[in-house]
């Protein structure tokens, strides 16, 4: 008996399988197509990432290769691996100089701190004469660092100085101001404070005037005064600004180097710091650079675990 088959009907063509190739291909034409694109933003990151490799990361590298080292840049570096590190820490002034390093960065947060933000709040408070007042604090910061220490060096001098002289005409007792070593560091804190508050004070200033007003005309019809408009008004809304001025001024106290070195050396046990101590060992005394940048990377590594920590504790607090 004869049996008959039904004609299969043809199914959909089957898709041509992509090999890796044409993958590869194709994600490289991708590829080429997005460096085209941004091919004049890569042409300016250039420039910037290039400056960066030759004046600071090279140099954080070659100070961190040379913290392991005994070198006097004369003759040939020796490896001595942690010895520096120990010799650190068998160094007596080491301890000293972190010491009054963190007294100064202390007192220049009581004064270097509140002050620009109190001279802020009455700027912004002015009805006449704003500008001028704006430029007669941001002054200072626009004269050299060295020349505003010298300046101080003529106040604070013990004989015919400007404070002494002033204390002599209103008969008072005269001081030895940066020669004593219970004035010495009030001293330098207070040249410090003067010749770097322009900045923050102008920096409070402007984000005293972005805070809407409508804020402070609600807080006057609820009966608030001024300091109550002051806590509830104007803290909150500065928040932010004040705690990236405080992280950047810690950063900025704990380098102090030239109202130390030009006002009472690098000798005075008093007010050694850990920037002129470093000074100390590169140039004056130890002449050994691997020693000065052993120093070098410990402040690095206590300012970077700083500035990690207080980041993550004001990121959670927010």
Known sequence: MATSLAPRRPGPPAAPARGRSGERSARHARLRRRVADNALAYAFMAAGIV?????????LFRGIVLSFQQDNLI???QWVGLDNYRHLFDDPLFWTAWKNTAEFTGLALLLGYAVPFAIAVLLNELRHFRGYFRIAVYLPVMLPPIVSVML???????GDGLFNTALRGAHLPTSQWIQSPHTAMISLVLVSTWANMGGATLMYLAALQSIPGELFEAAELDGAGVWARLRYVTLPQMRFIMLVLLLLQVISTMQVFIEPFQLTGFTDPSTITVMTLIYRY?????????????MSVLLFAVLGVFAALYLRLTREAD
């Open 51 to 59: 400056c960066f490799a030759v004046f600071s990361w090279y140099p």
């Open 75 to 77: 003759t040939d570096p």
């Open 152 to 158: 101080w060096q003529f106040f604070y001098d013990p």
């Open 282 to 294: 590169a140039f004056a005394v130890n002449n050994d650079f691997g020693l000065a940048a052993s």
